[in-house]
């Protein structure tokens, strides 16, 4: 399913945080967001898992008008990992999955089997079926990380919108989770800050700066160092991956007079 | 705890660890030093042996008091009560004690037992707080105004044994309008603020009702707001309990067939966003179904505190987290808590009546202290 972002501009509480974003994740794509803090990423992602509505421009998930659907009907085609402090609640991480099963119930979202099964194939594609009765508060990051994945996926989405999915996790934890991301071939919008990571793992990459949208395109294309010191304030050194020939940074400070602000 | 290194799922992306993949994931067993899980017990079969448990209650707390009524005569008269029959012209005294005080009483108990229960669920989703209770949104205090103006000043007398529950009601509803006006802001409800709002509010409205007692030159009428602001069942009759038990009744209707959007809501506002679930409506509707239940609980029982915040833990604590079955046990066991708590409240120290809320404290705390400290409870991330 291909999501179309188009003139979107969000305003929080009066002030616009994001200004005319274009962006479109074809059908299968894993789109990458980056951008330094408070470049409106995560802003923007609010806004297309609905957390936000837009104050111009649409959200469209194959033409369709995401913000004008029921709440459940969306949800039935989009699932996000929002970034989100945690709970206070110890759900077990079945019951945590099994919520992904909500915008498909009616009533008192009583789970039949077919639910059920629904979220054990979930638990089991991220690899978390031994963890389904441990308590989610007791998981580790990473195995958190997986579960959440696994309630996105039990949703049966067909986009998926992951907000700094790797934060707080090693590095190992970190690939593993953009593979299992890369494995479900759902259409992935990412917000991320390891640009590296970015660049080994999205088809394509949007650079955010300010609330808008400073350069995208293929990774390669877009990560060059005068963008880099532009939008990130940082002297980067592009080197080729030594088996994918991906491109690889490696970063330095800039020289003090250059630095932005 | 992370794991090692090599044990995670099959990945895929192996060009940037080219290292040879590990065992599969169902190889790798928890660590048993790790907590494990919470406890999920069967819910239906513990639902069933609690109804079970309350119905003995109630006879229980029909059965039992300061006046001796021994158990045949007790049976036989409830039997009468609720099928009809005739008795004898000297068992009338006993008759009225057991159907028009006793019976009516453990009912009433069972009632705001399950309703304070399941508010108290609903209001610490609400505000996503382990300490929430009823009484954190401020309503209960409020009602506490209006019961004391009843009290010390006879407001409201042309309503005769209305005015209380009347006059309790009403104020309850006033100050949810006016907590909800306060705490509102142009991103809705917010937990931080409900909380402060609700806290200031019911500083507020304690200094109200302290000021009332005080000025109030009756030392009887003094003691029956004591008496009201720590909870006691002394006042009911038939009359008070259906408009409790509708309410209640209601609530619990609307609260678990809302379960499953609980469960997202305690989540955080984005989870449930992307789930499909608008929190701010869904904390609008909360907010409205347990003020208006703890106005209509408060107004026949007084503040009767601890049963909102400790029996939705101890459910927890049963059957674990998911809103689907702590909304189903948690009432059935504040009923039966609350059944025993005032039967202890009326033959501990007969004749004399003890407040209800000072018999579930002495009670609860302890017992809740016990079973906090066992392990596999989790509320709050590092219990």
């Known amino acids: 399913m291909r999501l179309d972002i ?3 501009s969000v305003e929080v509480a009066g002030r616009r945080l994001v200004h005319d974003i274009t962006l479109t994740a074809g059908s299968g794509r894993l789109i990458g967001l ?6 409106g990423k995560s802003t923007l992602l609010r806004c297309v898992y609905r957390a936000l509505r837009p104050a111009a421009g649409a959200v469209r998930l194959d033409g369709t008008d995401l913000h004008a659907l029921p709440a459940r009907e969306a949800a039935r085609r989009l699932a996000a990992l929002p970034q989100e402090g945690g709970t206070d609640f110890d759900f077990t991480a079945a019951e945590v999955v099994a919520m992904g099963r909500l915008p498909h119930q009616r009533g008192s979202g009583a789970a039949s089997a077919a639910d059920r099964d629904v979220c054990a194939r979930a638990l089991a594609r991220v690899g978390a079926a031994h963890l389904a009765r441990r308590g989610f508060l007791g998981l580790s990051g990473g195995e958190k990380q997986r579960v959440l994945i696994a309630r996105a996926l039990a949703q049966e989405p067909r986009v998926l919108v992951l907000d700094e999915p790797t934060n707080h996790l090693d590095i190992a934890q970190q690939l593993e989770v953009l593979a299992l991301v890369r494995d479900s071939r759902l259409t992935v919008l990412a917000a991320l800050h ?5 660049a080994v793992h999205c088809d394509e990459l949007y650079v955010l700066s300010g609330g808008r ?5 293929p990774p390669h294309d877009v990560l060059t160092p005068p963008l880099l010191a532009e939008v990130f304030g940082v002297r980067a050194h592009r080197v080729p991956h030594p088996e994918t020939g991906a491109v690889q940074l490696l970063f330095d400070r800039l020289p003090q ?3 932005p602000a | 705890m992370p794991p090692p290194p090599g044990s995670g799922p099959p990945l895929l992306s192996v060009r940037t660890r ?3 993949k590990a065992s599969p994931p169902l190889a790798r067993t928890a660590d048993p030093a790790l907590r494990t899980g919470p406890r999920t017990a069967r819910t239906l079969p513990l639902a069933a042996a609690l109804t079970t448990v309350l119905l003995a209650s109630l006879l229980c707390g029909t059965a039992l008091g300061a006046a001796g009524i021994g158990w045949p005569q007790v049976l036989r008269h409830l039997g009468a009560g609720l099928t009809g029959g005739t008795l004898r012209p000297d068992e009338a005294a006993a008759y009225t004690i057991v159907w028009e005080l006793r019976f009516p009483r453990a009912v009433l108990a069972a009632v705001v037992g399950a309703g304070l229960s399941a508010i108290g669920v609903a209001v610490q989703a609400l505000v996503r707080n382990a300490l929430a209770d009823p009484f954190v949104l401020g309503i209960s205090s409020g009602a506490a105004v209006g019961a004391n103006a009843v009290l010390l000043f006879g407001a409201l007398a042309s309503l005769g044994v209305w005015a209380l529950s009347v006059s309790a009601f009403a104020s309850a509803l006033l100050a949810m309008a006016l907590v909800y006006a306060a705490a509102r802001t142009a991103h809705g409800l917010t937990p931080m603020r409900l909380v402060l709002t609700g806290t200031a509010m019911y500083y507020g409205f304690s200094a109200v009702t302290t000021l009332m007692v005080f000025t109030a030159d009756r030392g009887e009428a003094a003691r029956s707001a004591m008496m009201w602001l720590l909870g006691s069942l002394g006042g009911a009759g038939w009359g008070s309990v259906p408009i409790a038990a509708l309410a209640v009744a209601a609530a619990l209707v609307h609260l678990r067939c809302s379960a499953g959007r ?9 989870t449930a966003a992307a789930l499909g679930v608008d929190p701010g409506r869904l904390r609008r509707e909360l907010f409205v179904v347990a003020a208006a239940a703890t106005g209509a609980v408060v107004a026949v029982s007084g503040a009767i505190g601890f049963v909102g915040l400790m029996v939705p833990h101890a459910t927890r604590m049963l059957v674990g987290a998911d809103h689907r079955r702590v909304l189903t046990v948690a009432p059935l066991l504040g009923a039966v808590l609350l059944v025993w708590v005032d039967v202890l409240s009326r033959v501990l120290l007969a004749p004399v009546e003890l407040p209800v809320g000072v018999v579930t404290a002495v009670l609860g705390v302890p017992c809740f202290v016990l079973l906090m400290r066992r392990r596999g409870y989790t509320f709050g991330g590092g219990a």
Do not use: F, H, K, Y
């Not at chain 1, 949208?213 to 395109?217: D, L």
């Not at chain 2, 609980?262 to 984005?270: F, R, T």
């Open chain 2, 18 to 20: 080219p290292e040879p």
């Open chain 2, 262 to 270: 609980l469960n997202a809501l305690a989540m955080g506002d984005e």
């Open chain 1, 34 to 39: 980056v951008g330094p803090n408070g470049s």
């Open chain 1, 213 to 217: 949208i400073a350069a995208s395109g």
């Open chain 1, 6 to 8: 188009t003139g979107v």
């Open chain 1, 257 to 259: 007079t250059r630095t």
């Open chain 1, 194 to 198: 390891d640009l590296n990571l970015a």
